[in-house]
């Protein structure tokens, strides 16, 4: 069972939401979400590391769930601050980051400018995200493609058989960790935990950020799990391309593909992921 801390973080201004569980002995995991996602997505994978003896941390990301809510400090260098200092607070003795997605990309940044903090890093359907590449170089072209639905004033329960509908081989499980994206009102509305303008912020970062211009500084070993979808072969082709791109510029790294599997790996597929997870370390893979 995990369980629910606010840490406080004087350095940074900012109190941050996580769910986490000790164990003595064993490797440390400490899991970051997705874009306008939040840490009750990873508790199924972070259930079954637990289980196989592994220290757990997930965070809300500032913006996310129930940590705070400031409108600044959503760059990469701010969220890998953060970072640092949740791994400083809980006294986590190099851990493995997981990032899913944008998370994925934090997990990137936090490697290659924080040597020696962590043992090795997972990227989860994230970390190879270059937004320049796949969308071009125009900010508001961009921002328009993928400024988020307003989900604003619709019924929880409405939510909930949307996302079910759209991920029919999810469990009730999954999808009640991912209306945690949404705050829930008396009256059964929801809205997003993550602001529009806090939204975009991180967006703007995610486009600004080349993956490229970090691979090379990471030296620890890196797992990539990229997801790939059978029903749209150009972006499976453009996946590939990125990760080919991060597999020949990473000191170490292994890549597990998820095929016929929908982006919130960690939700689609948390059995499989845990099991691939607890098979890296078991080998060696993440130890110097």
């Known amino acids: 069972m995990l369980n629910t801390r606010f840490l406080n973080l004087p350095d940074r201004g900012i109190s941050l939401h996580v769910r986490c569980a000790h164990a003595e002995g064993g490797p440390a995991f400490l899991m970051s979400h997705g874009l306008s996602s939040n840490c009750l997505t990873w508790e199924q994978v ?5 289980g196989a003896g592994c220290a757990v941390v997930t965070v809300d990301q500032r913006g996310h769930g129930r940590s705070d809510k400031p409108d600044c400090g959503y760059e990469f260098e701010s969220i890998s601050a953060d970072m640092e200092a949740v ?23 936090l490697a290659a400018t924080r040597p020696g903090l962590l043992s090795g890093v997972g990227f989860i359907d994230g970390g190879f995200l270059s937004l320049r590449k796949s969308l071009g170089s125009d900010w508001e072209t961009v921002k328009e493609r993928l400024s988020p639905p307003d989900f604003r004033g619709r019924q929880v329960e409405d939510m909930r058989e949307a996302i079910q509908s759209n991920h029919s081989d999810w469990t009730p499980t999954g999808v009640q960790h991912t209306l945690g994206n949404f705050a829930v009102a008396d009256d059964g509305t929801v809205s997003p935990n993550l602001s529009l303008d ?9 486009w600004e950020m080349e993956p490229a211009d970090y691979y090379r500084e990471v030296r620890v070993p890196v797992l990539i799990c990229p997801a790939e979808a059978s029903d749209d072969p150009e972006r499976a082709r453009h996946r590939r391309q990125q990760v080919a791109h991060a597999e020949a510029s990473l000191e170490r790294c292994r890549t597990v593909w998820f095929k016929d599997t929908d982006h919130d790996i960690h939700v689609h597929r948390p059995d ?17």
């Open 87 to 109: 791994i400083t607070a809980l006294k986590l003795e190099r851990p493995v980051f997981l990032g899913q997605s944008w998370g994925g990309n934090v997990a990137l940044h």
């Open 46 to 50: 972070a259930l079954k590391l637990h």
């Open 198 to 206: 806090n939204h975009l912020r991180i967006l703007r970062a995610l």
């Open 272 to 288: 499989r992921l845990a099991n691939i997870l607890l098979e890296a370390v078991s080998s060696g893979f993440w130890s110097d």
